[in-house]
């Protein structure tokens, strides 16, 4: 069955980069069928989206985030990437990466979330 | 932008009885790109509803989801005790962008 997998370091210094990478088994992520989606939630909070990345390399991220948001995707390894730059406290949340379908742009898999916090 | 104002903030309900939970939209939005999530905690949101009204794969069919325009609604028919847990929805739009409203907490009365 499909699985997804966040991995990266679980503590992040103030003004630095918060690296990420999505790996995932189980299907191809270069299925032309799906996008890749970073979605983080601050504890008690919504849910709120970072961006996606398309298997061809094109990006769209949450205007609200844009100017710190990189996003990649690695198919030979079947993984996909997030970094965010200049991180404060309020950037302490679960991370999840989520494949989404192209036909409704539902999340129909989604990692168990890691959590990353913010601190000096 | 679009936003999704969900309402009630927490439902208190019982075991057996119906839940109906509202998610509004600021704008007419359409219902193929709009989905439904329960959240449990420290867990992944799951994949509930999607395209307004359809069901996801192995969810009961005491879920079901209706709505178009600017106002849909996720109904539980008779409550378990797994479904206590947060829900949202989810709209896909263009750009493309995607929003999620703000969470309903269904909780045991």
């Known amino acids: 069955q499909v699985q997804l997998q966040e991995s990266g370091p679980g503590l992040v210094k103030p003004s630095q980069t918060l690296s990420l990478t999505c790996t995932v088994s189980?299907?191809?992520?270069?299925?032309?069928?799906?996008?890749w989606n970073w979605i983080r939630q601050p504890a008690g909070k919504p849910l709120e989206w970072i961006g996606l990345?398309?298997?061809?390399?094109?990006?769209y991220y949450n205007p609200s985030l844009k100017s710190r948001v990189t996003m990649s995707v690695d198919t030979s390894k079947n993984q996909f990437s997030l970094k965010l730059n200049s991180v404060t406290a309020t950037d302490t949340a679960v991370y999840y990466c989520?494949?989404?379908?192209?036909?409704?742009?539902?999340?129909?898999?989604w990692g168990q979330g890691t959590l990353v916090v913010v601190s000096s | 932008e679009i936003v999704l104002t969900q309402s009630p903030g927490t439902l208190a309900s019982s075991l057996g009885e119906r839940a109906t939970l509202s998610c509004g939209a600021s704008?007419?939005?359409?219902?193929?790109?709009l989905a439904w999530y329960q959240q449990k905690p420290g867990q992944a949101p799951r994949l509930l509803i999607y395209?307004?009204?359809s069901r996801a794969t192995g969810i009961p069919d005491r879920f079901s989801g209706s709505g178009s325009g600017t106002e849909f609604t996720l109904t539980i028919r008779r409550l378990e005790p797994e479904d206590f847990a947060v829900y949202f929805c989810?709209?896909?739009?263009?750009?493309?962008?995607?929003?999620f409203g703000g969470g309903t907490r269904v909780e045991i009365k």
């Open positions: 395209g307004a009204s």
């Open positions: 704008e007419s939005v359409s219902s193929t790109y």
């Open positions: 989520a494949r989404q379908s192209d036909i409704y742009g539902d999340f129909d898999y």
């Open positions: 990345i398309y298997t061809s390399g094109s990006t």
């Open positions: 189980g299907a191809s992520i270069r299925s032309g069928r799906y996008f």
């Open positions: 989810q709209h896909y739009g263009g750009s493309p962008r995607v929003t």
